[in-house]
């Protein structure tokens, strides 16, 4: 298992920036790939951008891509999600997740069985 802690969340204007944390501890080949997802209230969570724990894989929502930024620190066993130029739909819960299964199941939500407990990100017009 892997033990996820998400920070960073908040209430932020249009166009401002946030930056989310995942802190994560536990076993490491449960974390080959790794995912940031949110979810609106009365929707499904969708992924948002996720990465290889080896940091050799990237990719993104097309909702989010040129605006968002994922990445990872090793030393510290963390993950980041870098928001800039926020609008109110991107307003959600946000999670990380994480998973032993390989890169093809990236943008799969099932394929994940470790998840943090997720953050309120809110965006006003």
């Known amino acids: 298992q892997v033990q996820l802690v998400e920070s960073g969340g908040g209430l932020v204007q249009a166009g401002g920036s946030l930056r989310l944390s995942c802190a994560a501890s536990?076993?490491?080949?449960?974390?080959?790939?790794m995912g940031w997802f949110r979810q609106a209230p009365g929707k499904e969570r969708v992924f948002v951008a996720g990465?290889?724990?080896?940091?050799?894989?990237?990719t993104y929502s097309d909702s989010v891509r040129g605006r968002f930024t994922i990445s990872r620190d090793t030393a510290k066993n963390s993950m980041y999600l870098q928001m800039n130029s926020l609008k109110p739909e991107d307003t959600a819960v946000y999670y990380c997740?994480?998973?032993?299964?390989?890169?093809?199941?990236?943008?799969?939500?099932?394929?994940?069985?470790?998840w943090g407990q997720g953050t309120q990100v809110t965006v006003s017009s």
């Open positions: 536990g076993r490491t080949f449960s974390r080959n790939i």
């Open positions: 997740a994480a998973s032993g299964y390989s890169w093809n199941r990236i943008r799969d939500k099932n394929a994940y069985n470790n």
């Open positions: 990465m290889s724990w080896s940091g050799s894989s990237i």
